[in-house]
């Protein structure tokens, strides 16, 4: 199929400039940067696995600069308060009111460095933003920009003095990516090359946040056939059913699944959702909302372990034709 043929022809062109762009900034990731896309497009959030170095924060940057974005970063530590993240009210005497001092969470793009590092009071501040994309302080409600994305990151390999993530917020995380270490070839480019740095301040915005806006409506209109539908349900049901794990996908990573097979879709250039779109996003979007049996001592081999079963689970269930 042509992608001049298809209603998505136009927004998937305006995605394939952004993953252009972002690929010319972070070396040896494409999978993590259609990853990232995905979950702008599908107005999900994303947590990102991985060791230090490997270009997260690089990421997250590059992605609010090629849609003109704002960007904040918070960095997590355990002494943080949900005051510092959302915002505070303060008393104005000349208005002789209190008055709403926004946090850094007011932006479009926020990176939530290390979040593991602070206490689950505090990582409880960004659940109703990542849900409801708005934050309440003293009874009021705010509206936080749009689009908005949370992209959260945490170090696998690290347990001294961090607090886990609860299932609850793992469960708002549209997809769980990793970098993982270039290849030989991009990391002698970060060598030898231009500044990653330099390279991001000249880099100019690709599309404007209404674009994003447009490309997420345009998400929501790629067809789900009800064959896909059943294939999903399906894979959930199964891990629910493993014998392998002691928590199986809940309804909310159903639906998230359900948005983000739509926007990777319209990412490929395509009207229509595949199973191979359904396959492609199991791992990400489904092992980190899933509780194994026997649980190991890292993040890193529950991750690992969470993506083979998964993995397996997607081998033994009928492909829809």
Not at 36 to 58: F, H, R, Y
Not at 155 to 177: A, C, K, W
Not at 207 to 217: D, G, K, N
Request: glycine fraction near 8%; charge should be negative; proline fraction near 7%.
């Amino acid at each position: 199929m042509e992608r001049a043929e298809t209603p998505a022809s136009q927004p998937g062109s305006e995605s394939a400039a952004v993953l252009e762009a972002m690929r010319g900034i972070v070396a040896g990731a494409p999978d993590a940067l259609e990853l990232s896309l995905t979950a702008l497009m599908a107005n999900g959030q994303i947590l990102i696995e991985d060791v230090p170095g490997v270009g997260k924060t690089t990421l997250a940057r590059t992605l609010a600069r090629c849609i003109g974005a704002s960007f904040k970063r918070i960095q997590f530590t355990s002494d943080m308060l949900p005051a510092d993240i959302v915002g505070v009210s303060v008393w104005n005497r000349e208005q002789n009111d209190f008055e709403f001092k926004p946090g850094p969470i007011f932006a479009g793009v926020v990176l939530a460095d290390e979040i593991n590092r602070t206490t689950p009071r505090t990582q409880s501040a960004l659940l109703e933003a990542m849900s409801e994309h708005q934050v309440t302080v003293d009874g009021v409600t705010h509206e936080l920009p749009a689009p908005f994305l949370v992209i959260a990151t945490q170090n696998p390999l690290e347990h001294f003095g961090t607090y886990p993530l609860p299932e609850s917020q793992m469960d708002r995380f549209l997809v769980r990516i990793t970098l993982g270490y270039p290849g030989r070839e991009a990391e002698t480019d970060l060598l030898v090359g231009e500044d990653r740095q330099k390279l991001l301040d000249k880099l100019q915005p690709v599309v404007t946040p209404e674009a994003i806006l447009r490309l997420q409506q345009q998400a929501e209109q790629v067809t789900l056939t009800e064959p896909i539908v059943k294939y999903i349900l399906d894979l959930v049901e199964a891990t629910r059913q493993s014998e392998f794990l002691e928590l199986g996908v809940s309804p909310r990573g159903a639906i998230l699944m359900h948005r983000a097979a739509r926007a990777y879709a319209l990412l490929q250039g395509r009207d229509h959702v595949l199973p191979d779109d359904v396959q492609a996003l199991a791992g990400p979007v489904f092992a980190h909302r899933v509780l194994l049996r026997g649980v190991r001592d890292t993040l890193r081999a529950v991750r690992d372990d969470a993506e083979r079963v998964i993995g397996e689970i997607v081998g033994g269930v009928e492909v829809p034709v």
